[in-house]
């Protein structure tokens, strides 16, 4: 079968922040719809939706209520097949999010599962009985608090790792896993290109021993899940997993397609958190990035397949963590983009990261996502300094990357005639996608000239990967080398010139700067690719 993800570029669209059609102040389907022509003029090949299923929205839409429908607020069954049909006309494949370690506590099967120890379908969730008059263990939610929530009609605690509306469903139960699958394929039916897993690394959770994580069961549940319904159909496949290593991702990517296409791994992410504590900020020195991204272009090398991912929905903006928001906003972001479509890997763009959008800073009140005001309260309560947690928010909260996209200079910049769910950012003035595609220069058109370069030079999927000058603070710099081809890839992550003997002059396939290069010196977030 194809492997047709291994050239692609692969777009993700938080559909809640995309595009409003109706003045809902909600992104929507058909928004997506009316903006499909721009993603095609960017060149990518396959579009990652964020859910979009019927869902009470307590985690906006990672709680999902109906599996098989489509939540209101973002249009119906129709719209869906109406995308799926637009954008394949447009050579532009539709990848859902598939939430199967917990549905919503609204979802049929727990409104009855939560009636009786005996309900037929109690069986499809995870319960124990309490301990000494309280939850089985200490085990906490990823939102804050216990992850155990009694339910006195079962005289039992349920599981929710995430909020106490997202019961964590059982996948040692055949049953439940068959009615997943179902599911599934059912989606294929309706002609999707590709499915990516939330929290895949939980499936094969051990709940007594209290491995939540990679757990004993869980490869053998992605491979019977894969021969149940992802191979044959060339499909793409991506599961999340923060808990990825070297080790497992060889067997999540296996080339053989028993499990999935690729996984996103988190260490280069982790790595920037205290202790791997999110909200403990740790600045991660360019080395350490360098190590990291190293290790696993080497890793899966031959025996597997990286995923190529700075931002996501969960995630800040990615030149404000790594680039500047000032000065070089423009340069920092397309030398970011060079450093990582580069490698090795399918590279995904987030919805505004192709226009430089940055991180907003906004009062407590402002902010919607659930694990931002759960961590705020409880640290609040332990007495934490306000200033302190607003930093943390400002730096890591996940409504960083949740702003509407700025389309262009109007009022709520163009994403909404009515009131937006949340703020958008003030800097849509300067930063929209009607003022990027007016510049030829701009950051937009630098990540379609690399789209275009990685789709028709072998050498980015196919070249190995050397890194070069591991020990320099500010200057990345790697090769990639196929029998007939040798790229060499420098990018400064530092706001000045800096001497660079790597920098020669022979021709560079993209540089973010319109001056010809200096040799031996490489201009502030200057990046370029030079064909040796
Ligand atoms: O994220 C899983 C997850 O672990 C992250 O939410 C992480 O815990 C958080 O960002 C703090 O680092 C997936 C989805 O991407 C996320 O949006 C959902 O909230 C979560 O699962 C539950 O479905
Ligand atoms: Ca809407």
Same mark, same amino acid.
């Given at each position: 079968m194809d492997k047709w993800w291994k050239r692609a570029v692969i777009y993700q669209i938080y559909p809640r922040s995309f595009c409003d059609s109706n003045g809902d102040g909600i992104g929507d389907i058909p928004g997506i719809i009316s903006r499909l022509e721009y993603l095609s003029e960017l060149g990518v090949d396959a579009i990652w939706l964020s859910p979009v299923y019927r869902s009470p929205q307590d985690d906006n839409g990672y709680d999902i209520s109906d599996y098989r429908d489509?939540?209101?607020i973002f249009g119906s069954l129709d719209d869906m097949d109406e995308l799926i049909k637009k954008a394949k006309e447009r050579g532009i494949r539709i990848i859902m999010d598939l939430v199967l370690n917990h549905s919503s506590d609204e979802h049929p099967w727990f409104v009855e599962a939560r009636?009786? /120890?005996d309900n037929p379908y109690h069986d499809y969730y995870v319960? /124990?009985?309490?301990?000494?008059?309280?939850p089985p263990n200490d085990?906490?939610?990823?939102?804050?608090g216990s992850a155990w929530e009694w339910v006195p009609e079962c005289g039992q605690y349920y599981l929710h790792q995430f909020s106490v509306k997202q019961p964590d469903l059982n996948w040692d139960n055949t049953a439940l896993r068959n009615r997943l699958y179902d599911i599934i394929r059912w989606w294929t039916y309706r002609g999707v290109g590709g499915f990516r897993l939330d929290v895949v690394d939980t499936l094969g959770k051990d709940v007594d021993n209290m491995v939540m994580k990679e757990g004993p069961t869980l490869h053998e549940r992605i491979r019977e899940m894969s021969r149940a319904a992802f191979q044959g159909r060339g499909l793409v496949t991506v599961g999340e997993a923060w808990s990825a290593t070297p080790k497992s991702a060889v067997l999540y990517s296996d080339p053989k397609g028993t499990e999935l296409s690729m996984v996103f791994q988190f260490e280069h992410i982790v790595g920037s958190q205290e202790k791997g504590e999110k909200w403990e900020l740790k600045p991660l020195p360019l080395p350490e990035l360098k190590r990291i991204f190293e290790k696993w272009q080497k890793s899966l090398e031959g025996k597997g397949w990286n995923s190529l991912f700075l931002e996501n929905h969960d995630?800040?903006?990615?030149?404000?963590c790594y680039g500047d928001e000032g000065e070089y906003r423009v340069e920092s972001a397309k030398m970011l983009a060079t450093f990582l479509h580069g490698m090795q890997g399918t590279p995904y763009i987030?919805?505004?990261?192709?226009?430089g959008m940055t991180n907003s800073r906004m009062d407590i009140q402002d902010y919607r996502d659930i694990e931002i005001r759960n961590m705020y309260q409880e640290r609040m309560d332990e007495g934490v300094p306000k200033e302190e947690i607003m930093e943390s928010i400002y730096q890591r909260g996940r409504d960083n990357a949740r702003t509407p996209m700025q389309w262009d200079d109007s009022e709520n910049a163009g994403f909404s005639t009515g009131v937006p769910w949340i703020k958008v950012n003030p800097n849509y003035l300067e930063i929209n996608v009607k003022k990027a595609l007016e510049d030829e220069d701009s950051i937009f058109y630098y990540y379609k000239k690399l789209i275009y370069l990685r789709k028709t030079m072998p050498v980015f999927a196919e070249g190995t990967f050397d890194l070069l000058l591991p020990q320099d603070p500010f200057i990345a710099a790697y090769t990639r080398t196929t029998q007939g081809e040798r790229l060499l890839v420098l990018c400064n992550f530092k706001g000045e010139t800096l001497p660079c003997s790597l920098r020669t002059l022979e021709e560079d396939?993209?540089?973010n700067?319109?001056?010809?290069?200096?040799?031996g010196f490489l201009r502030p977030f200057e990046a370029c690719i030079i064909r040796k």
């Amino acid at each position: 079968m194809d492997k047709w993800w291994k050239r692609a570029v692969i777009y993700q669209i938080y559909p809640r922040s995309f595009c409003d059609s109706n003045g809902d102040g909600i992104g929507d389907i058909p928004g997506i719809i009316s903006r499909l022509e721009y993603l095609s003029e960017l060149g990518v090949d396959a579009i990652w939706l964020s859910p979009v299923y019927r869902s009470p929205q307590d985690d906006n839409g990672y709680d999902i209520s109906d599996y098989r429908d489509i939540d209101p607020i973002f249009g119906s069954l129709d719209d869906m097949d109406e995308l799926i049909k637009k954008a394949k006309e447009r050579g532009i494949r539709i990848i859902m999010d598939l939430v199967l370690n917990h549905s919503s506590d609204e979802h049929p099967w727990f409104v009855e599962a939560r009636k009786s /120890r005996d309900n037929p379908y109690h069986d499809y969730y995870v319960w /124990r009985e309490g301990k000494n008059g309280g939850p089985p263990n200490d085990m906490k939610s990823n939102f804050g608090g216990s992850a155990w929530e009694w339910v006195p009609e079962c005289g039992q605690y349920y599981l929710h790792q995430f909020s106490v509306k997202q019961p964590d469903l059982n996948w040692d139960n055949t049953a439940l896993r068959n009615r997943l699958y179902d599911i599934i394929r059912w989606w294929t039916y309706r002609g999707v290109g590709g499915f990516r897993l939330d929290v895949v690394d939980t499936l094969g959770k051990d709940v007594d021993n209290m491995v939540m994580k990679e757990g004993p069961t869980l490869h053998e549940r992605i491979r019977e899940m894969s021969r149940a319904a992802f191979q044959g159909r060339g499909l793409v496949t991506v599961g999340e997993a923060w808990s990825a290593t070297p080790k497992s991702a060889v067997l999540y990517s296996d080339p053989k397609g028993t499990e999935l296409s690729m996984v996103f791994q988190f260490e280069h992410i982790v790595g920037s958190q205290e202790k791997g504590e999110k909200w403990e900020l740790k600045p991660l020195p360019l080395p350490e990035l360098k190590r990291i991204f190293e290790k696993w272009q080497k890793s899966l090398e031959g025996k597997g397949w990286n995923s190529l991912f700075l931002e996501n929905h969960d995630l800040p903006r990615s030149v404000s963590c790594y680039g500047d928001e000032g000065e070089y906003r423009v340069e920092s972001a397309k030398m970011l983009a060079t450093f990582l479509h580069g490698m090795q890997g399918t590279p995904y763009i987030y919805q505004g990261q192709e226009i430089g959008m940055t991180n907003s800073r906004m009062d407590i009140q402002d902010y919607r996502d659930i694990e931002i005001r759960n961590m705020y309260q409880e640290r609040m309560d332990e007495g934490v300094p306000k200033e302190e947690i607003m930093e943390s928010i400002y730096q890591r909260g996940r409504d960083n990357a949740r702003t509407p996209m700025q389309w262009d200079d109007s009022e709520n910049a163009g994403f909404s005639t009515g009131v937006p769910w949340i703020k958008v950012n003030p800097n849509y003035l300067e930063i929209n996608v009607k003022k990027a595609l007016e510049d030829e220069d701009s950051i937009f058109y630098y990540y379609k000239k690399l789209i275009y370069l990685r789709k028709t030079m072998p050498v980015f999927a196919e070249g190995t990967f050397d890194l070069l000058l591991p020990q320099d603070p500010f200057i990345a710099a790697y090769t990639r080398t196929t029998q007939g081809e040798r790229l060499l890839v420098l990018c400064n992550f530092k706001g000045e010139t800096l001497p660079c003997s790597l920098r020669t002059l022979e021709e560079d396939l993209i540089c973010n700067y319109k001056e010809p290069g200096q040799e031996g010196f490489l201009r502030p977030f200057e990046a370029c690719i030079i064909r040796k």
